[in-house]
Nanobody, 126 residues
Framework: QVQLVESGGGLVQAGGSLRLSCAASGRTFSSYAMGWFRQAPGKEREFVVGITWSGSSTYYADSVKGRFTISRDNTKNTVSLQMDSLKPEDTAVYYC???????????????????WGQGTQVTVSS
Protein backbone atom coordinates (compact mmCIF):
# COMPACT_ATOMS: atom_id res chain seq x y z
CA GLN A 1 0.00 0.00 0.00
CA VAL A 2 1.26 3.46 -0.93
CA GLN A 3 -0.18 6.75 0.20
CA LEU A 4 0.60 9.89 -1.77
CA VAL A 5 0.31 13.44 -0.45
CA GLU A 6 0.84 16.40 -2.76
CA SER A 7 1.82 19.93 -1.78
CA GLY A 8 2.96 23.12 -3.45
CA GLY A 9 -0.01 24.19 -5.53
CA GLY A 10 -1.26 27.74 -5.63
CA LEU A 11 -1.96 30.83 -7.70
CA VAL A 12 0.68 32.24 -10.01
CA GLN A 13 0.78 34.70 -12.89
CA ALA A 14 1.44 33.55 -16.43
CA GLY A 15 5.16 33.11 -16.99
CA GLY A 16 5.76 32.27 -13.36
CA SER A 17 6.90 29.06 -11.68
CA LEU A 18 5.63 26.58 -9.13
CA ARG A 19 7.12 23.45 -7.61
CA LEU A 20 4.88 20.56 -6.65
CA SER A 21 5.98 17.84 -4.28
CA CYS A 22 4.57 14.40 -3.60
CA ALA A 23 5.48 12.52 -0.44
CA ALA A 24 4.92 8.78 -0.49
CA SER A 25 4.53 6.39 2.40
CA GLY A 26 5.56 2.76 2.24
CA ARG A 27 8.85 0.92 2.00
CA THR A 28 8.46 -0.01 -1.67
CA PHE A 29 8.39 3.50 -3.13
CA SER A 30 11.50 2.87 -5.20
CA SER A 31 9.76 0.04 -7.06
CA TYR A 32 7.02 2.32 -8.42
CA ALA A 33 6.98 4.37 -11.56
CA MET A 34 5.77 7.83 -10.59
CA GLY A 35 4.11 10.64 -12.43
CA TRP A 36 1.77 13.60 -12.47
CA PHE A 37 -1.61 13.92 -14.11
CA ARG A 38 -3.91 16.91 -14.22
CA GLN A 39 -7.59 17.57 -14.62
CA ALA A 40 -9.10 20.87 -15.66
CA PRO A 41 -12.79 21.68 -15.07
CA GLY A 42 -15.00 19.84 -17.52
CA LYS A 43 -12.09 17.85 -18.96
CA GLU A 44 -10.76 14.35 -18.52
CA ARG A 45 -7.74 13.63 -16.37
CA GLU A 46 -4.64 13.67 -18.55
CA PHE A 47 -1.05 12.51 -18.29
CA VAL A 48 1.54 15.27 -17.76
CA VAL A 49 4.89 13.74 -16.81
CA GLY A 50 6.33 10.41 -15.67
CA ILE A 51 9.56 8.99 -14.28
CA THR A 52 10.78 5.42 -14.00
CA TRP A 53 11.49 3.77 -10.65
CA SER A 54 15.21 4.50 -10.93
CA GLY A 55 14.81 8.00 -12.31
CA SER A 56 16.80 7.08 -15.39
CA SER A 57 14.00 7.88 -17.83
CA THR A 58 11.42 10.64 -17.92
CA TYR A 59 8.41 11.23 -20.14
CA TYR A 60 6.54 14.44 -20.90
CA ALA A 61 3.32 15.39 -22.61
CA ASP A 62 4.02 17.61 -25.61
CA SER A 63 2.12 20.47 -23.98
CA VAL A 64 4.64 20.74 -21.12
CA LYS A 65 7.87 19.60 -22.75
CA GLY A 66 10.65 22.10 -22.13
CA ARG A 67 8.73 23.82 -19.34
CA PHE A 68 8.15 21.11 -16.72
CA THR A 69 10.77 18.90 -15.05
CA ILE A 70 10.09 15.81 -12.95
CA SER A 71 12.54 14.37 -10.45
CA ARG A 72 12.51 11.85 -7.62
CA ASP A 73 14.50 11.10 -4.49
CA ASN A 74 14.12 7.45 -3.49
CA THR A 75 15.97 8.08 -0.22
CA LYS A 76 13.27 10.53 0.84
CA ASN A 77 10.29 8.88 -0.89
CA THR A 78 9.49 12.05 -2.80
CA VAL A 79 8.79 13.06 -6.37
CA SER A 80 8.79 16.68 -7.49
CA LEU A 81 7.48 18.63 -10.44
CA GLN A 82 9.13 21.90 -11.32
CA MET A 83 6.82 23.96 -13.51
CA ASP A 84 8.26 26.98 -15.31
CA SER A 85 6.85 29.38 -17.89
CA LEU A 86 3.36 28.56 -16.71
CA LYS A 87 0.41 29.32 -18.96
CA PRO A 88 -3.28 29.83 -18.15
CA GLU A 89 -4.02 26.54 -19.86
CA ASP A 90 -1.91 24.78 -17.20
CA THR A 91 -4.64 25.57 -14.68
CA ALA A 92 -5.92 22.30 -13.24
CA VAL A 93 -5.89 20.01 -10.25
CA TYR A 94 -2.61 18.12 -10.33
CA TYR A 95 -2.48 14.54 -9.08
CA CYS A 96 0.53 12.52 -8.07
CA UNK A 97 0.34 8.95 -9.38
CA UNK A 98 2.15 5.65 -8.82
CA UNK A 99 2.20 2.46 -10.84
CA UNK A 100 4.00 -0.76 -10.06
CA UNK A 101 3.39 -2.35 -13.45
CA UNK A 102 3.41 0.40 -16.07
CA UNK A 103 5.69 3.23 -17.08
CA UNK A 104 3.74 6.46 -16.77
CA UNK A 105 4.16 7.95 -20.21
CA UNK A 106 2.08 9.37 -23.06
CA UNK A 107 -0.71 6.96 -23.84
CA UNK A 108 -0.87 5.45 -20.37
CA UNK A 109 -4.38 4.58 -19.26
CA UNK A 110 -5.91 5.93 -16.08
CA UNK A 111 -6.57 2.31 -15.09
CA UNK A 112 -2.83 1.61 -15.13
CA UNK A 113 -2.30 3.86 -12.11
CA UNK A 114 -2.29 1.95 -8.84
CA UNK A 115 -2.36 4.87 -6.42
CA TRP A 116 -3.43 8.51 -6.57
CA GLY A 117 -2.83 11.49 -4.35
CA GLN A 118 -5.68 13.75 -3.31
CA GLY A 119 -4.71 16.47 -5.79
CA THR A 120 -3.45 20.03 -5.49
CA GLN A 121 -4.88 23.04 -7.30
CA VAL A 122 -2.69 25.03 -9.67
CA THR A 123 -4.16 28.26 -11.02
CA VAL A 124 -2.34 30.39 -13.59
CA SER A 125 -3.75 33.86 -14.15
CA SER A 126 -3.31 35.74 -17.41
Amino acid sequence: QVQLVESGGGLVQAGGSLRLSCAASGRTFSSYAMGWFRQAPGKEREFVVGITWSGSSTYYADSVKGRFTISRDNTKNTVSLQMDSLKPEDTAVYYCAASQTRRLRVGVRIEDVDYWGQGTQVTVSS
